[in-house]
């Protein structure tokens, strides 16, 4: 047999493998010599590379859209019907934490006269499982403020600390990043933001100096709580 | 349609277990996936248990795919085109075929580490496949859509198996002499 010959018997070997004309045995002989011979992985990737565009004129057809949810409780077991974005985040706890706490920042506000006229007032205490955390934040309707205490957790060296507002399944919304060395502040709070204020969680986040580079958090989540009518 | 690139990096992230990045991929390429697996299976049925066989495939195969360097489209077609043929070749041999035929059924799908293919190497196959006459062209798609063996197209032609393999073996040469120029 000559080199051509050769490549011939080769070539085609290869687009027989690729359209599926070999016998099981043939195909496992012939797999073997695919992981040793790049010539022969040359010639079976050609052909289907080639072959693929066979596919070309088949037109797209939307898979029905149970199937998506199937495909991935195949592979990654059952989910609770969409977990929220606090779920996924692990700060159930603190959150139902923060409920507790919330009763505690009442009175404390109540006995200081934070009071003022003008509207609801909401309170958050954000606050970490293991304390490393404890921020409490009371919301000024006249003022459209929120004001923010930090008892303690103190941003890393060259980090910000970032607060956000967590509404449902909805991306949490930046309310601000913690001014530099201050253990209290106030950040302005918009109408819009505001009225989202009584259904939300309240979250502060590690993010790089300056705050979250993205429009959404991309360190760990430090600690949060429920937003409470005072 | 998302970008080709695009398709390549939420592969590359599905090989690193990023399920959002899968999510992204089967919204990119499931309606092109599940439209080969109905072409080649012909029910709906039968195509959606192939389309969810093909994602939980890629799934667990894009850290090889990753590796490989492979054309990131050619890949998903071939695992999908794969494995609606083994799902109707399943179907096939459940009707009733012997086990002497079971024998000379051609075997599964290749492996991934087989399915390398290079992005430059993609080249219209259409304008070739005219070149041959058209029973010829015909059985190549024919295997290859449908997952003809041999003997089924020998009984289809009418012909010998081994004349059948002769004459398309000489078509695929020719085949592959008009793709290379």
């Given at each position: 047999?000559?080199?051509?010959?050769d490549?011939?018997?080769?070539i085609t070997?290869?687009a027989?493998?690729?359209?599926?004309?070999?016998?099981?045995g043939?195909?496992?002989?012939?797999?073997?010599v695919?992981?040793v011979?790049?010539?022969?992985?040359d010639?079976?990737a050609?052909?289907?590379a080639?072959?693929?565009?066979?596919t070309?004129?088949?037109d797209?057809?939307?898979?029905?859209?149970?199937?998506?949810?199937?495909?991935?409780?195949?592979?990654f077991?059952?989910?609770?019907?969409k977990?929220?974005?606090?779920?996924?985040?692990?700060?159930f706890?603190?959150?139902?934490?923060?409920?507790?706490?919330a009763?505690l920042?009442?009175?404390?506000?109540?006995q200081?006269n934070?009071?003022?006229d003008g509207g609801?007032?909401?309170?958050?205490?954000?606050?970490?499982?293991?304390?490393?955390?404890?921020?409490?934040?009371?919301f000024?309707p006249?003022?459209g403020?929120?004001?923010?205490?930090?008892?303690a957790?103190?941003?890393l060296?060259?980090?910000?600390?970032e607060?956000?507002l967590?509404v449902?399944?909805?991306?949490?919304i930046?309310l601000?990043?913690?001014?530099?060395?201050?253990?209290?502040a106030?950040?302005a709070i918009?109408?819009?933001?505001?009225?989202?204020l009584?259904?939300?969680?309240?979250?502060?986040s590690?993010e790089?100096?300056?705050g979250?580079?993205?429009?959404?958090?991309t360190g760990?989540?430090?600690?949060?709580?429920?937003?409470?009518?005072? | 349609?998302?970008?080709?690139?695009d398709i390549e990096?939420?592969l590359?992230k599905c090989?690193?277990?990023?399920?959002?990045?899968?999510a992204?991929?089967?919204?990119?390429?499931?309606?092109?996936?599940f439209?080969?697996?109905?072409?080649?299976?012909?029910?709906?049925a039968?195509?959606?248990?192939?389309?969810?066989d093909?994602?939980?495939?890629i799934?667990?195969?894009?850290d090889r795919?990753q590796?490989n360097g492979?054309?990131?489209?050619t890949?998903?077609?071939?695992?999908?085109?794969?494995l609606?043929?083994?799902?109707?070749r399943?179907r096939?041999t459940?009707?009733g075929?012997g086990?002497?035929?079971?024998e000379?059924l051609?075997s599964?799908?290749?492996?991934?580490e087989?399915?390398a293919v290079a992005?430059?190497?993609?080249?219209?196959?259409?304008a070739c496949?005219?070149e041959l006459?058209?029973?010829k062209?015909?059985a190549?798609?024919?295997a290859?859509?449908?997952?003809?063996?041999y003997?089924?197209?020998?009984?289809?032609?009418?012909?010998p198996?081994?004349?059948v393999?002769t004459?398309?073996?000489?078509?695929l040469?020719?085949?592959?002499?008009?793709l290379?120029?």
């Open positions: 047999m000559t080199d051509d010959d490549t011939e018997d080769e070997l290869a027989e493998y690729a359209l599926g004309l070999l016998t099981s043939e195909a496992v002989a012939f797999e073997d695919l992981s011979d790049p010539e022969m992985r010639h079976y050609q052909w289907a080639s072959l693929t565009t066979l070309d004129e088949i797209p057809v939307e898979p029905p859209a149970h199937l998506q949810a199937q495909i991935t409780e195949t592979l077991g059952p989910v609770e019907a977990p929220s974005l606090l779920a996924r985040l692990g700060i706890g603190p959150v139902l934490g923060g409920l507790v706490a009763v920042v009442l009175v404390v506000l109540s200081t934070f009071l003022k609801p007032t909401y309170v958050a205490e954000i606050a970490a499982e293991d304390a490393s955390l404890l921020v409490t934040a009371r000024d006249t003022e403020t929120l004001q923010m205490s930090r008892e957790g103190t941003p060296a060259g980090r910000s600390q607060l956000w967590i449902g399944e909805n991306p949490p930046s601000g990043v913690w001014p530099d060395g201050q253990a209290q106030a950040l918009s109408a819009d933001v505001a009225a989202l009584p259904d939300g969680v309240l979250a502060i590690d790089p100096l300056g979250s580079p993205t429009g959404q958090p760990a989540i430090l600690g949060a709580g429920a937003v409470t009518l005072l | 349609m998302a970008e080709l690139s990096t939420y590359s090989a690193i277990g990023d399920r959002d990045a899968f992204a991929l089967y919204s990119a390429t499931s309606a092109k996936l439209g080969i697996c109905l072409r080649v299976l012909g029910n709906r039968e195509a959606e248990d192939a389309l969810q093909v994602f939980v495939k799934w667990h195969n894009a795919y590796v492979l054309s990131p489209m890949w998903l077609i071939t695992v999908a085109r794969n609606a043929i083994d799902k109707l399943a096939k459940a009707r075929a086990l002497d035929e079971a000379e051609p599964a799908a290749p492996g991934p087989a399915l992005a430059s190497d993609r080249v219209q196959i259409v496949m005219a006459e058209p029973d062209s015909d190549v798609r024919r290859y859509l449908e997952g003809e063996t003997q089924e197209l020998a009984e289809r032609y009418g012909v198996l081994n004349t393999r004459w398309l073996r000489r078509s040469i020719k085949l592959k002499e008009c290379s120029r």
